[in-house]
Every structure is written in structure tokens, then in C-alpha cells.
């Protein structure tokens, strides 16, 4: 090291070797700790990124995924749907059922969820659906070439006349329940007339149940043969027993409010083998 003195001489400063090599060393390890910052920084930056990008990647699967959810819902209501109409063109022409499709429908509608490929033995809603739809337009396709009149194939126990005579205020299909408030199947119409109305039997037929029925109060149930029965609910009293001959228009019971109800109506479904059929298609 290099300095002048008072006099305007240049000394000479010795420094010492240590020093020059403790500072080297401190300005080495300085770099190396600034650049190991930076690239802790750089790949900081880069996981976020990557992170990020993660999470819209599952923002999007998840609306996709809610998407399909819909779409699934709604191919099985159209399925359980076309599986009620397929099934009851089949009973009123005698047709025969296809029945590893019924059996594929009914799974569909228990299995919870969506049929992911990870369930390799479950078939697509879509696939469901557009078997179902085939095979109910060949059905209808039979029906209509049909020679007969549709009544005079079915005769007496047709359920093709009103139970009661009043206004329809919940009808066939999907609703929202007036008890649970969610999106709820009704199998049935209800009719709003006053309490104690007769209720009429609606074919020719034999009471299988009367009683009382979990959620439908008084309850009264008639086979009419050929897959076919009706049931009347939420009845304030029953005029017919099990085991009873009915003939069509004989009173089975009177209007009331039993079972879960907001107030008198009757409650009536028609099925066919055991599946619910909608009503209205019957009535004159």
C-alpha cells in the first residue's frame, strides 16, 4: 500500500498477507451466499408459477367434473323416464321386455356418482340412455303399427277414469319437496279437493294393501292385473279391506290429510310392474 507522508514523500504501507486472504475469502463467501439467494429466489418464483398453474388446472377439472355431474343426473331422469314409458307401451301391448337393459338402467339409477372409467363394470349414463331411447322408439315404432285401438286391448282394467274430481297441484315427475326443500322424484299427481271426498277406484281390480304406509298415511293399494295397480293415498278413512273384489268407480276411501301432507288431497300413481307411470297419460 502506497501513501504520502507530511513532507510530500511516498511511503510505502505494508498490509499484511492474512488481511488480503481473510478479504478474499469474505468477498468469495459474500458472492456465494448473494448468489445462492438468487437462485433460492429464482426457484421460489418458479414453484409458485408451476403451483399456480396446478391449481387452475383443478379449478377447471372441478368444473368440468360439476358439468358431467349434471349431465349424468340429467341422462338417468331421462333414463328412469324412457324406462317407465318403455315399460308401460310394453304392458299395454304385450310386449316383451328387454331385460338386461332394465337391469342396466336400474344399476345406473342406484350407482351414487359419476361412472368413472376407474369402474370398469359400470356403463356410461350416455351409453344407458341412448340404449333406453332405441329401444323404447322400436316399442312405440310396434305400438303404432298395432291394428287394435289401444282401449279395446286393455278392456276393464284400464285405469282411465278421474279418483277425484279437482285440480292437480303437484305433478309426475322431479319437484322440490315441501318438506325436505330439495329436488325430490314424485311418482304420482295430487289432487286438491275438499276433506272427506269420496274417492273412487279408477278400474276394475282387488285391494292388495289398505292400511297405513310410511309417508302416505291411509293408503290403499288395487292390483288390476297384467302388471298393472293404482294407489290411493293420504286418505282420512278406508272403505274397502285386503283381499277385496273392486269393481271401477267403487269408493275405497275418502279424502284426508294423513301421512306427510300440507293439507287434504289425494295422492294417486299408477304403476306398471312395479314402476311408477305417470298418471295423467290415463286419465279422460
Given at each position: ?13 505494508p ?17 456465494v451466499?448473494?448468489?445462492g439467494?438468487?437462485?433460492s ?24 367434473l ?24 310394453s304392458?299395454?301391448?304385450?310386449f ?41 322408439q322400436?316399442?312405440?315404432t310396434?305400438a ?24 292437480i ?5 322431479e ?20 276433506f ?9 281390480g282387488?285391494?292388495v ?14 292390483d288390476h292385473?297384467?302388471g ?10 278406508l ?10 268407480d267403487?269408493?275405497v276411501?275418502?279424502v ?9 288431497h ?19
Amino acid at each position: 500500500m502506497v501513501r504520502h507522508d507530511w513532507d510530500g514523500q511516498v511511503d510505502r504501507v505494508p498490509i499484511p498477507v492474512r488481511w488480503v486472504v481473510a478479504f478474499v475469502i469474505c468477498a468469495a463467501v459474500g458472492l456465494v451466499t448473494i448468489a445462492g439467494f438468487a437462485g433460492s429466489y429464482g426457484r421460489m418464483l418458479i414453484k409458485v408459477q408451476a403451483f399456480n398453474e396446478l391449481r387452475s388446472r383443478q379449478n377447471l377439472l372441478e368444473s368440468q367434473l360439476d358439468h358431467t355431474r349434471k349431465d349424468a343426473d340429467t341422462y338417468k331422469a331421462e333414463v328412469a323416464s324412457l324406462g317407465s314409458l318403455a315399460s308401460e307401451v310394453s304392458a299395454l301391448y304385450n310386449f316383451k321386455h328387454n331385460a338386461s337393459l332394465k337391469d342396466r338402467v336400474r344399476n345406473a339409477s342406484r350407482t351414487p356418482g359419476l361412472p368413472l372409467a376407474a369402474s370398469a363394470n359400470l356403463v356410461p349414463a350416455s351409453q344407458i340412455y341412448a340404449d333406453t331411447l332405441s329401444s323404447f322408439q322400436v316399442l312405440e315404432t310396434r305400438a303404432m303399427a298395432a291394428s287394435l285401438p289401444l282401449h279395446n286391448r286393455m278392456g276393464a282394467w284400464e285405469p282411465d277414469i278421474w279418483p277425484v274430481r279437482g285440480r292437480i297441484t303437484s305433478s309426475f315427475g322431479e319437484r322440490i319437496d315441501p318438506f325436505q326443500g330439495e329436488g325430490a322424484f314424485h311418482a304420482g299427481i295430487d289432487i286438491a279437493v275438499p276433506f272427506g271426498t269420496s274417492v273412487h277406484v279408477t278400474a276394475d281390480g282387488v285391494v292388495v294393501f289398505a292400511g297405513i304406509m310410511d309417508g302416505y298415511g291411509r293408503t290403499v293399494i288395487v292390483d288390476h292385473g297384467h302388471g298393472v295397480q293404482t294407489l290411493y293415498a293420504h286418505m282420512s278413512s278406508l272403505a274397502v279391506a285386503v283381499g277385496q273384489q273392486v269393481d271401477r268407480d267403487e269408493v275405497v276411501g275418502y279424502v284426508g290429510e294423513s301421512g306427510w301432507t300440507t293439507g287434504p288431497h289425494l295422492h294417486y300413481e299408477v304403476r306398471i310392474h312395479h314402476a311408477p307411470v305417470n298418471p295423467y297419460s290415463y286419465l279422460r
